[in-house]
């Protein structure tokens, strides 16, 4: 564990207490095996960062009531209904260390158990009952339904574009990151230039978690990151260090490149001449960079709020997205 996540953990103990207990409380479907299959993930070591950055954004704007906390499960329903679909739909074998859902039970158990989280989270939402609130709720989940579609048209394709990479991982990944915190400010009521300034911290925080994620990918094995390097690769996903490499590489390492993105089951030999070329054209430098960058521009956006303790938290948020990789 990282000095920074220790410090974090440390600051926002209490609040990690009572968003796992939420999180158990609110789980309460009458077929006791739709706890069984989404407890396996549930509980099975996430970091309950989506929805400890919309209880932490919600008290920046000064809301702090207990139904923050009830509240905040929503975002980690809909990220773990993702991740059962996701699992499913990549094939899979391997989540946080431990066999896929779709592997221990079935494909169609993996499915519905995922619809039963989205169908709980906006139940929740509805207690809220406010029609914005609800509204951006289906926002969120529309976008990252068509984000794992978009990803799914491109697969292999080595013609994707940064640009377009982005766009899939705003739909995946940001704009649940985005969701989480300005949800909080409107639930707040707070003033729109609080819903505007945290909808961008959500949003550029979630761009760098993503980019991160996609580098740990190719630079991390199991049993730190609970899965096989080169995972997404092997799935055919094209992520921003390998669409960086493709734009400068040599016309003969490009059709090399190209032809391995075609090949599922290219060898850990070929994985490792790919990990080679990567590193020549500081492909991982560039990925890291450009997190950064939206890192930056994530702490930038919360200094229209006081500095506070919570603010300062928010930050080491941003910082420790950046750290993951170590």
């Not at 991982?284 to 500095?307: C, D, G, I, M, W």
Request: hydrophobic share 45%; aromatic share 8%; proline share 3%.
């Amino acid at each position: 564990m990282t000095q920074l996540r220790k410090q974090i953990l440390e600051l926002v103990a209490s609040d990690l207490s009572a968003i796992e207990e939420a999180i158990r409380q609110h789980l309460h479907p009458e077929v006791d095996f739709v706890s069984q299959v989404a407890g396996h993930i549930l509980f099975s070591g996430g970091k309950r960062l989506r929805p400890l950055l919309m209880v932490l954004c919600a008290r920046l704007c000064g809301y702090d009531r207990p139904f923050a906390v009830s509240f905040s499960t929503i975002f980690e329903y809909l990220h773990v209904a993702t991740l059962l679909h996701d699992d499913l739909v990549d094939g899979a074998l391997l989540r946080r260390g431990k066999p896929a859902a779709h592997t221990l039970w079935s494909p169609e158990a993996a499915v519905l158990t995922g619809d039963y989280l989205l169908a709980r989270a906006l139940s929740i939402a509805a207690e809220a009952g406010d029609i914005r609130i609800i509204r951006a709720i289906g926002h969120i989940t529309e976008n990252m339904a068509q984000g794992e579609i978009h990803q799914i048209q491109r697969k292999r394709d080595t013609s994707l574009s940064e640009t377009e990479y982005e766009e899939v991982i705003r739909r995946k990944t940001a704009v649940l990151f985005q969701g989480a915190c300005r949800i909080s400010a409107l639930l707040a009521d707070a003033p729109e230039e609080y819903v505007v300034a945290l909808s961008a911290y959500g949003f550029h925080l979630g761009m760098a978690f993503q980019m991160i994620d996609d580098l740990i990918d190719y630079t991390q094995d199991f049993p730190k990151s609970g899965k096989q390097a080169g995972a997404d690769i092997r799935e055919g996903k094209m992520t921003l260090p390998l669409i960086y490499a493709l734009s400068v590489a040599s016309a003969d390492e490009r059709q090399w490149i190209e032809a391995l993105v075609k090949n599922p089951a290219f060898s850990d030999e070929m994985l490792q001449r790919l990990l080679g070329l990567l590193e020549k054209h500081d492909a991982f430098t560039y990925t890291r960079n450009r997190a950064v960058a939206h890192v930056q521009e994530a702490k930038r956006r919360l200094e229209l709020f006081e500095p506070s303790e919570l603010r300062s938290i928010l930050e080491m948020v941003s910082d420790y997205c950046l750290q993951r990789e170590n």
